[in-house]
């Protein structure tokens, strides 16, 4: 499905100086057609009330679905953009790690459409989330 067989350092590549690498949002593993990245729950990630907010997880589904849909595409031509995003936060989580896994429903030529499940570390759904990217031609 990938475009070109990446490795995770590939893909960890594209954190430097963003929102990915400020949020502590690491690519951790990859099969054939999923993507699964983790986040920490710490200062960077939580609300005022000191559970993981909202946002985080939004940030994080976005994330590993967007860069899924990128290893997809022809990126010297294409480029993915977030749509819409629906996410439903289940379980609040106040330490540790959160794991994002990016599974793909609808791979068409203009649109990818993502569900993504986070999970705790004892694998306890945290956030449901449902990503369609746009897929558009790279400006040059």
Do not use: C
Request: glycine share 6%; aromatic share 4%.
């Amino acid at each position: 499905m990938w475009f070109k067989p990446y490795t995770i350092e590939e893909i960890n590549a594209i954190r430097g100086g963003n929102m990915i690498a400020h949020l502590g949002i690491r690519f951790i593993k990859m099969d054939e057609k999923t993507l699964t990245a983790s986040m920490p729950v710490d200062h960077r990630t939580r609300q005022a009330a000191g559970i993981l907010h909202g946002g985080a997880s939004a940030s994080l589904a976005e994330t590993v679905a967007s860069v899924a849909s990128y290893m997809i595409i022809d990126p010297s031509v294409k480029i993915s953009l977030g749509l819409e995003l629906n996410i439903n936060h289940i379980r609040s989580v106040t330490e540790g790690l959160v794991f994002a896994t990016a599974l793909p429903i609808h791979i068409g030529k203009t649109t990818h459409i993502w569900d993504v499940r986070i999970v705790d570390e004892n694998e306890k759904l945290v956030a449901s989330s449902r990503l369609t990217i746009m897929i558009i031609d790279k400006h040059k």
